[in-house]
C-alpha cells in the first residue's frame, strides 16, 4: 500500500517552446562570425586555407544578375557544380593569398610575373598549355566546416556538406591519383639512420631520430619542454609551462632524466591542436639518450636569454637563433631541415619537394615508427599506446599503461636501429636518380 497521493505522480503538462530562430545576417556577416570562430581550433595555415576556400565560394555563389545566394538557399547540387567548375578552371599551381587589395592569385609556374586580381588570373588559366588539374578534397574540408559551424548555429537546418565528402571520397579513392597507387611516403629505417648519422646539427640529429623512435607528431615534438618534460627543475625565475599536471609530480614512481629516470612526457595542451588522446609518456632509451645530452647541451648555448641570464623560453625544439621551432611555418621548417638535410645525403633528389609521395618531412617520421611496430609485430593495443591513440572501447577504461609499464614495454621491444652518438662519415649520399623510400 502506498501513502503516495498517485496524483504526484503525474508529471506537470510543459508547453513546448519553439527554438528561437536567429537573425538573418548576410553571407558576409556569416563570414566574419565564421572567421573569429577559427583561430585556436586550426593550425594557422589550415585556417588560412579554409579562409580563402570559403571565401572562393561566397564569390561564386551569385545569380546571373549579380544578387548573393544566401548561404540557407544553397543545395548539394550547387555545391557540386562549384566543385567541377574549380576542378575545370582552377590550375594546380594557382594560388591565392590576401593582401590590402583583397584576394589575389600568382602563378606558380610563372606563366606572369606578379600577382593578379583572381579573375584575371582564371582567363589566364582557361588557355594555359601548362593547368594542371586540382584537387578538391581540401576545399571540401573547407565547407564542411563552414557548414558545420552554421548548422550549429542554426543558420542552414543541415550541413550537407558531410554527403559531398562521402560522395568524394568513393568516387575518388585515397592515394587514386599517384601513378602506382603509393601512400605518403615511410622512411626506412636505413634511410633515417643516414639521415641521422650524417647531419652534424645537434638539434637536428635528436629531431630527427626521435621521430623515428617515438613517432611523435610535428606538434608534439615541438611542445616539449627542456626541464619540465624530463622531470627536471625548472630554473629559478621561469614559469613551468602549462600541461605537466599529471606528469612526474602526479607519478612519483616515475625518476627524472636527472636522477637516471629514462622517460619524457608531452604536456597535455587540451587544445583543439592536440590530437594525443592516448599515452603521453615518452622512453628515452640507451640509443637515443647521448643524442638528446648533446641536444641539451646545444640548447644551453643557443637559447635565447634576460640580461639576467634566464631563459627567455624553456622550449626544448629551438632554431639556431634560440627561438623556438613551434613558432616557424611547417613548410618552412621542412625546407631549411628535412629537405635540405635529405638532398644533401641522397635521400631526396631534385623536385621531390614538389613531391609529397617522395619527400621526407617532420609529418613522416611517424609513419617510419608506424611501419616498425607493425614489422616488430607488436600487439595492437601497445602499438596505439606507443603511439599515443586512444582505444574507443573498454579496453581504454580498464587497462592505462603507467609510466613503468611504458618504459618496460618499449625497452622489450624496440631495438637499436644504428644511430651513432656522434656523426659519422659512412653516411654517403645515395645513387642520384634512385628510388628510395618504401612505399605501402
Known sequence: MSFIDPRLRTRAPVAPVAARAPKPKTNAELFEDFLAYLPGRLATTTAESYRNYVRDALAYFHTETGEEIPVREWTKDLVWAYLHHVEQNYCRKLNSFTSKEGTRVVCLNNVWIGHKAPEDGLELCRTCPLFERPTIEKRIHALNRWMGYLASLGYVPVNFIRDVLAENTQATPRHARTSKGEKKRNPTVAET???VNGTTHPM????????????TRPNEMMALDRFASFGLPTPEGCAEPPGFETAFRYHPEAKGFGLGGRLAYIPDHKGALDKRQGNRWLVVDDELKPLLLAAFEWWERKVKRHPDGRPVHTRLVIND???????????????????????????????????PLRRLSFGTGRHGFEAL?????????????????????????YYVPTPLDMERKYLKHIPTLGFSPIP????????????????A
Open 193 to 195: 639512420v643516414r639521415l
Open 204 to 215: 637536428k640529429r635528436f629531431v630527427y631520430a626521435a621521430n623515428l623512435k617515438w613517432g
Open 321 to 355: 637563433k634560440g627561438r623556438p621551432l613551434a613558432n616557424e611555418k611547417i613548410e618552412r621548417i621542412n625546407s631549411s631541415w628535412f629537405y635540405a638535410d635529405a638532398e644533401r645525403l641522397g635521400l631526396m633528389v631534385p623536385g621531390d619537394r614538389e613531391k
Open 373 to 397: 611496430v607493425q614489422e616488430l609485430e607488436l600487439a595492437q593495443d601497445w602499438q596505439n599506446h606507443m603511439r599515443g591513440d586512444k582505444l574507443h572501447d573498454a579496453r581504454g577504461h
Open 424 to 439: 659519422t662519415t659512412d653516411a654517403a649520399p645515395a645513387k642520384a636518380g634512385a628510388k628510395q623510400g618504401a612505399s
